[in-house]
């Protein structure tokens, strides 16, 4: 055994692949029969292109017609898809495209958050923000700064509450729609309804942005100028009371608006 372990490191050291024994070798293998038959010779194969065509050119017989008619092409039926399978094929489209297509959800808008007291000062009545959400006290400035607008306009510096303040949202949970056009119908139709419990109002103050948003449908572009309210009538927009007072060049444009609109209550007895 260590004879054949030697013998075939010899061999793999020439890089000798096969060999045969010329004896019989003591606890071989059998040889097998294939691999003593002799190498046959391959014959090389003569391309196709170089094998010469021999042209046989027969005179054609007599009565028989020099061309032949060339045989027919054969038909290949193409399959064509039905009305069905386009129809089928033009579903399964339409719902791959809607299921790659990202759904989007519609933003859903929060609701607005103001408070607003309603006053009377002789023959205006006044649709006031409270800048904290709270009834005005006697020594707040921003009430004492309403009592200024309303001497310089010729008005009672007092005015009377009508009403409870409108807090918004009205409600903190529920499905109620409580978006920005709910509180525009909601503020509308409750100062219409206050003021018709009251005597016929020549103008209606809208102080601060929440009152000209939500009862006079506009915004601050109006701001010291004249509204016409369908159910309200006319109306009249000023900035609101914190506002000004962080503000104070906006009281002169105030002032000047003042002028022209106070002649609608002038004529009013207070």
């Not at 007291?117 to 923000?129: H, K």
């Not at 006079?216 to 009249?236: F, H, K, M, S, T």
């Amino acid at each position: 055994m260590i004879a054949e372990l030697r013998r075939r490191a010899y061999l793999s050291a020439m890089q000798v692949a096969s060999w045969l024994p010329r004896v019989d070798l003591p606890f071989a293998a059998p040889s097998r029969p294939e691999l003593l038959e002799p190498l046959q010779e391959a014959v090389p194969e003569v391309p196709a292109a170089d094998v010469p065509v021999a042209r046989v050119s027969a005179a054609p017989a007599q009565g028989e017609s020099v061309s032949k008619p060339a045989q027919e092409r054969p038909k290949i039926e193409v399959p064509r898809p039905s009305v069905a399978t386009r129809e089928a094929k033009t579903v399964s489209a339409d719902a791959a495209a809607e299921a790659a297509t990202p759904v989007v959800k519609a933003a859903v808008t929060p609701p607005p958050r103001f408070a607003l007291q309603l006053l009377r000062a002789g023959a205006c009545a006044v649709l006031v923000e409270l800048p904290t959400g709270e009834p005005f006290q006697s020594r707040d400035p921003s009430y004492l700064l309403l009592k200024d607008l309303l001497r310089a306009a010729d008005l009672p510096d007092s005015p009377q509450l009508i009403g409870e303040p409108v807090r918004w949202p009205l409600l903190v949970r529920g499905n109620m729609d409580q978006g920005p056009s709910a509180a525009l119908e909601f503020i509308q139709s409750f100062v219409g309804a206050r003021l018709e419990e009251q005597e016929p109002c020549a103008c209606l103050w809208l102080v601060g942005l929440p009152a000209i948003r939500f009862a006079g449908d506009a915004d601050a572009e109006v701001y010291n100028r004249e509204l016409q309210i369908e159910g309200l009538g006319a109306a009249w927009a000023l900035p609101g009371l914190e506002l000004l007072m962080d503000e104070p060049e906006r009281k002169a444009e105030l002032w000047q608006a003042m002028r022209r609109v106070r002649q609608r209550w002038m004529s009013q007895p207070q």
